[in-house]
T-cell receptor, first 110, second 115 residues
Framework: EDQVTQSPEALRLQEGESSSLNCSYT??????LFWYRQDPGKGPEFLFT???AGEEKEKERLKATLTKKESFLHITAPKPEDSATYLC???????????FGAGTTVTVRA | DAGVIQSPRHEVTEMGQEVTLRCKPI?????LFWYRQTMMRGLELLIY????????DSGMPEDRFSAKMPNASFSTLKIQPSEPRDSAVYFC?????????????FGPGTRLLVL
């Protein structure tokens, strides 16, 4: 069974204080690893898809990287509007469904 | 594009009542997913459809839950009878089989409270 573990559970940052979120996974053949952002009371919002080890993608202050066993979401010089829960999910080659981690809740203080 | 539309946004009902949640996927998308999110279990896939046909319903918790997709633009998730442990946020998501087809786009969710 596919497993996704995210750490830490919660992260409190000062504005401008860069940090990284971790997503460790086990899957029998990876089709893709996904990062979503979820704001309170809203549905998950798609950020990135990573397909193979070594791949990197960036969007504004966010950068996602992928290895064979984990993915990192780096937040550079965060702003209060980056406060959200960040969800990681994997999709196996043999199945179309996404398996989600529990998420990391990031709070950025001004 | 309006995105995935779900209704109602909030639902409060009493134990034993029937609950029907509705979803309109993004136009042109041929996959539709129903998820449930709770603090204890996180985001779980309940069932998904491809071209209106249920493909995998292994996540449906019990026979009290049923889902239908009568056409490409509408799906329902029904709980009958509802129980307090069904209280959760239910999300609908959709995707299409094209470039970037693996990406699922989520609706705003229906917050269900069963008293």
């Amino acid at each position: 069974e596919d497993q996704v573990t995210q750490s830490p559970e919660a992260l409190r940052l000062q504005e401008g204080e860069s940090s990284s979120l971790n997503c460790s996974y086990t899957v029998s053949g990876l089709r893709g690893l996904f990062w979503y952002r979820q704001d309170p009371g809203k549905g998950p919002e798609f950020l990135f898809t990573l397909y193979s080890a070594g791949e990197e993608k960036e969007k504004e202050r966010l950068k996602a990287t992928l290895t064979k066993k984990e993915s990192f979401l780096h937040i550079t010089a965060p702003k209060p509007e980056d406060s959200a829960t960040y969800l990681c999910a994997v999709q196996a080659l043999v199945a179309y469904k996404l398996s989600f981690g529990a998420g990391t809740t990031v709070t950025v203080r001004a | 594009d309006a995105g995935v539309i779900q209704s109602p946004r909030h639902e409060v009902t009493e134990m034993g009542q029937e609950v029907t949640l509705r979803c309109k996927p993004i136009s042109g998308h041929d996959y539709l997913f129903w998820y449930r999110q709770t603090m204890m279990r996180g985001l779980e896939l309940l069932i998904y459809f491809n071209n209106n046909v249920p493909i995998d319903d292994s996540g449906m918790p019990e026979d009290r839950f049923s889902a239908k997709m009568p056409n490409a633009s509408f799906s329902t998730l029904k709980i009958q009878p509802s129980e307090p442990r069904d209280s959760a946020v239910y999300f609908c998501a959709s995707s299409f089989r094209g470039p970037g087809w693996e990406t699922q786009y989520f609706g705003p969710g229906t917050r269900l409270l069963v008293l």
